[in-house]
Nanobody
Framework: QVQLVESGGGSVQPGGSLRLSCAAR????????MGWYRQAPGKQRELVAR???????NYLDSVKGRFTISRDNAKNTVYLQMNSLKPEDTAVYYC???????????????WGQGTQVTVSS
C-alpha cells in the first residue's frame, strides 16, 4: 500500500508564499520522478513542476522564476516552494509520484488527495 500525504496548502494574499510538501509512505521499492499538478475549477489538470530522482526539473512556463520544486530522497518527500503567488495560481494542487512498490511490481503513478491553494486579496 502506497500513500502520498500532502500538506501546506491554504489561503494567501497576492504576492505571498506557500510551501507544499508531499511524503510518499508505505511500500516503496524505487521512487522515480515526483511532481505537482494543479486543477482550477472548470479547467484541466496541468503539470506545474516535476523533478526526477536525479534532480532534473521542469516547470510550467507561467510559474518559472516563482516556484521551486525540490526533493529529499532519504525522506521520499517532494516540496514545492511557491513565491509571488497570483490569483491565477488558485487551484487544488496534487502530488504525483512514479514508483515501484516492490521488486516485482510494475512501475506506476500514484496521486495524493489534493490540497487547496487560494490566492486572493
Amino acid at each position: 500500500q502506497v500513500q502520498l500525504v500532502e500538506s501546506g496548502g491554504g489561503s494567501v494574499q497576492p504576492g505571498g508564499s506557500l510551501r507544499l510538501s508531499c511524503a510518499a509512505r508505505g511500500s516503496i521499492f524505487r521512487l522515480y520522478a515526483m511532481g505537482w499538478y494543479r486543477q482550477a475549477p472548470g479547467k484541466q489538470r496541468e503539470l506545474v513542476a516535476r523533478i526526477t530522482s536525479g534532480g532534473s526539473t521542469n516547470y510550467l512556463d507561467s510559474v518559472k522564476g516563482r516556484f521551486t520544486i525540490s526533493r529529499d530522497n532519504a525522506k521520499n518527500t517532494v516540496y514545492l516552494q511557491m513565491n509571488s503567488l497570483k490569483p491565477e495560481d488558485t487551484a487544488v494542487y496534487y502530488c504525483n509520484a512514479d514508483l515501484e512498490s516492490t521488486a516485482i511490481t510494475s512501475r506506476r503513478g500514484y496521486w495524493g488527495q489534493g490540497t487547496q491553494v487560494t490566492v486572493s486579496s
